[in-house]
């Protein structure tokens, strides 16, 4: 059967169960939308590229499957590179199919044309420029194969205009061996038991648990392994949801903005599993002081990721979830063969006391009725149901939302971890309600970040795609302030952004939304419920909150995580 490449493409997108694809096209992709109208495709245009990739990202994140962008050459290409990274840096699979110029014009500055596959080489995990129409089968296939196999990851195909015109002979391009390229799943047993010889042996272990445990849909063997081992876990950004926060053994989020009982536990433990996680600098403050004292596992699919950071006393490389599995068994057998646990009851008291004295806290009391952005999270957790799922911006009011939020299900938080990209929520929050229609799905976003993507609103409205979003507006960009007044003596430089400018209730109505205005503590609620009870179209909320309010707890840049300080209202904390 003879296609062109163009047909091919969609043919091969068809065979790899594509549902839906986010993107917008152009002169150099246009060969390929002709042949979209008759597939059963879903295609949703976006009205900026990056819109697109974010939303393929909100999409992947929900649903585990990979998400899918198209755009065209040029400046479609360089506006989904933001995308391309934030994926890379937390590990989500995407699959973004570039146009590209006829091949002939390749290095010629024809119109339109950069240099796709070198510019996004550092942020892809592959990328292919297609030279052959008959090759586009067998490509798709392994981007396919490579996006979600291993560490997961986003992967690029670059397609020149002339070859999605030309013709091809199709096949089924049957398994995919790609050379040099074999993810190592099954962790090595002797290190699996050395493993658990450690764990059985220390009095104040950690679980700490990483994005690694949702992508390898691990969030039910942990709990098992936590409860055979009665060790507690924290769980990072990227991992919120993997292990549930009313669990006895929840630490919650550690890191620059967790809880004080989370990140001093990691610092005081004598062993630390490590398992999905890559000891990023915002978990460990600064690395020659953090856990100095504990012993480490360190279990991750991505070998590279082993003593990158940290040099582990054991290194597995392997699935989370079969790791974690083998893990279990391998404490079995030494409890059978009578190896007894160490005594964790004075650990387990402690963190109970740690608990006590330091839980979050805001001001509750305020005076002449100002918002606080930490009840505007806690009103709409309350008033959803707990599988709902959140997606944040970046910035104060993500760190609200992780802290302030209780997850219960894995897969119902999505953020941009690594790559912290402003911009994130809107198309984030579309793409995942597009991969599960049947959930409610709430952005909360920060002013400053809302501005930067809220255009993709009128592509939910479109599309009658009934996201629903509410904007923590505290006319600042909250976290540089933040910064500015702690470490810069309040010297405000360029943080400023404005209440009332623009307007989001109008803007929102403007895009075919349901726009609302709250400013006083009474309003919040019924706001809430009249967004849930809009299902056609989507809503925005436009929550005047305090613009002094800080995050706490803090952990400073480049500070131990000794040096922890908490709400000066509420006491200092620290070692």
């Not at 899918?68 to 990274?85: E, K, Q």
């Not at 015109?165 to 993810?183: C, F, R």
């Not at 160490?342 to 002449?368: C, G, K, N």
Request: proline share 6%; with cysteine; glycine share 10%.
């Amino acid at each position: 059967m003879q296609l062109t490449g163009a047909q091919a493409l969609v043919k091969s997108l068809e065979a790899q169960g594509v549902e839906v694809i986010f993107g917008l096209p152009g002169g150099a992709i246009l060969p390929v939308y002709d042949p979209m109208i008759d597939s059963p495709i879903r295609h949703i245009l976006v009205r900026h590229e990056q819109g697109a990739g974010h939303m393929a990202e909100g999409y992947a994140q929900v649903t585990g499957r990979p998400g899918v962008a198209m755009v065209t050459s040029g400046p479609g290409a360089t506006n989904i590179v933001t995308p391309l990274a934030n994926a890379a840096m937390d590990s989500t699979p995407l699959v973004v199919i570039a146009g590209q110029v006829a091949r002939a014009s390749i290095g010629t500055d024809a119109f339109q044309e950069c240099d796709t596959t070198g510019i996004t080489m550092g942020v892809t995990k592959h990328n292919w420029l297609v030279t052959d129409a008959q090759d586009l089968p067998a490509v798709i296939a392994e981007a396919f194969y490579v996006a979600t196999t291993g560490r997961p990851g986003p992967v690029l195909v670059d397609v020149p205009k002339d070859v999605s015109n030309a013709t091809m002979d199709w096949y089924e391009p049957g398994v995919v061996d790609l050379a040099g390229y074999h993810p190592r799943e099954v962790g090595d047993k002797d290190l699996v038991r050395q493993a658990a010889h450690l764990i059985q042996r220390s009095e104040r272990p950690v679980i700490y648990a990483g994005g690694g445990i949702l992508k390898s849909r691990a969030s039910k063997a942990l709990l098992a392994f936590a409860e055979l081992t009665g060790i507690p876990v924290v769980t990072t950004l990227m991992a919120r949801g993997a292990f549930p926060d009313s669990h006895a053994l929840c630490l919650g989020m550690p890191g620059m903005h967790g809880n004080y009982t989370a990140v001093t536990a990691m610092q005081r433990s004598d062993c630390l599993i490590a398992l999905g996680s890559r000891f990023d600098d915002r978990v460990t403050g600064k690395l020659s002081e953090f856990a100095k004292d504990a012993k480490v596992i360190h279990v991750d699919i991505d070998p590279a990721e082993i003593g990158k950071v940290r040099m582990p006393d054991v290194g597995i490389a392997g699935d989370c979830r079969l790791v974690i599995e083998a893990l279990d068994d391998s404490v079995r057998a030494l409890v059978s063969s009578g190896e007894a646990q160490a005594d964790r009851s004075p650990w387990l008291a402690t963190i109970r006391s740690w608990q006590e004295e330091h839980p979050l806290h805001y001001d509750r009391e305020t005076s002449e009725g100002v918002l606080k952005p930490q009840f505007v999270v806690e009103s709409l957790r309350d008033a959803t149901p707990d599988d709902t799922i959140v997606v944040a911006g970046v910035g104060q009011h993500q760190m609200w939302a992780s802290q302030y939020w209780r997850f219960e299900h894995p897969y119902t938080w999505v953020n941009s971890g690594g790559l912290g990209t402003m911009g994130f929520a809107v198309p984030a929050a579309i793409g995942a309600k597009v991969g599960m229609p049947d959930r409610l799905v709430w952005a909360i976003d920060g002013d400053g970040c809302f501005q930067m993507t809220a255009q993709e609103l009128v592509t939910a409205s479109a599309e009658r795609i009934p996201v629903k979003v509410a904007i923590l507006n505290n006319a600042y960009l909250g976290m540089v302030r933040q910064w500015q007044e702690m470490f810069y003596e309040e010297r405000y430089s360029e943080v400023y952004l404005s209440p009332d400018l623009p307007d989001y209730v109008l803007w929102a109505e403007a895009m075919g939304c349901v726009g609302i205005r709250v400013e006083h503590p009474e309003e919040v609620l019924p706001a809430i419920e009249k967004a849930n009870d809009v299902d056609d179209r989507p809503v925005v909320i436009d929550f005047r909150t305090d613009a002094m309010e800080k995050v706490y707890p803090m952990v400073p840049a480049g500070a131990s995580n000794d040096d922890i300080v908490v709400d000066p209202r509420f006491g200092q904390g620290g070692r």
